[in-house]
């Protein structure tokens, strides 16, 4: 079963408008949120990440956004840039720990039309 | 700079071969992955290592073993490649506190079993 789910494919956006990327779980111990960024050919890089005791986390153009009762997440990107075409990975990880393990979303590719 | 080393970037086996893949990082990190990325799945985990000689099971590691014997090295082994194993694969790490987040990617390996 799916735990993390990104039931976008894909999405298209104009250069300067808000991107707002989502992502639905249904484990209810993940505790801890993260967003990765990936270019063809290369591997994820990350970019933002949130604990499960705060409701948004912002760095720059980048906010992610936590609800927690519908167990939800979204990332905006606020102006988006051509640049930020990539395919986006959420990510979800329970209770922390050596051993533990983060389980990917399958991802949304990001088209930003200039 | 944080560096994480797959030793190709592309490979081509034939059914039935042994496959290596081989995956270094500069980071002294504890914690190193392997996983793959298939479109419309994600990424999946294989196996994963948070010490020297230790190895776990990820969600999918049928047909994969891992082998590490030196702390910045963790190898993928395809014991009998199939045509179902034509993937890209990418190697991570991670360390500190919450040792899960915040992996560091390789640029990926995309190998084809023909």
């Known amino acids: 079963d799916q735990q993390v789910k990104q039931n976008s494919p894909s999405l298209s956006v104009q250069e300067g408008r808000i991107s707002i990327l989502n992502c639905d779980y249904t484990?209810?111990?993940?505790?801890?949120f993260l967003w990765y960024k990936k270019y063809p050919a290369e591997g994820p890089t990350f970019l933002i990440s949130i604990s499960s005791i705060k409701d948004k986390n912002e760095d720059g153009r980048f906010t992610v956004f936590l609800n927690k009762s519908a167990k939800h997440l979204s990332l905006h990107i606020v102006p988006s840039q051509p640049g930020d075409s990539a395919v986006y990975f959420c990510a979800a990880s329970a209770g922390g720990g050596a051993t533990n393990k983060l389980i990917f979303g399958t991802g949304t590719l990001l088209a930003v039309q200039p | 700079d944080v560096k994480v080393t797959q030793s190709s970037r592309y490979l081509v086996k034939r059914t039935g071969e042994k496959v290596f893949l081989e995956c270094v990082q500069d980071?002294?990190?504890?914690?190193m992955f392997w996983y793959r990325q298939d479109p419309g799945l994600g990424l999946r985990l294989i196996y994963f290592s948070y010490d020297v000689k230790m190895k776990e099971k990820g969600d999918i590691p049928e047909g994969y073993s891992v082998s590490r014997e030196k702390k910045e090295r963790f190898s993928l082994i395809l014991e009998s490649a199939s045509t179902n194993q034509t993937s890209m694969y990418l190697c991570?790490?991670?360390?500190?506190?919450?040792?899960?987040?915040?992996?560091?990617f390789g640029s990926g390996t995309q190998l084809s079993v023909l």
């Open positions: 484990n209810s111990m993940f505790d801890y």
């Open positions: 980071m002294d990190h504890e914690n």
């Open positions: 991570a790490s991670s360390g500190g506190d919450r040792a899960n987040e915040k992996l560091f």
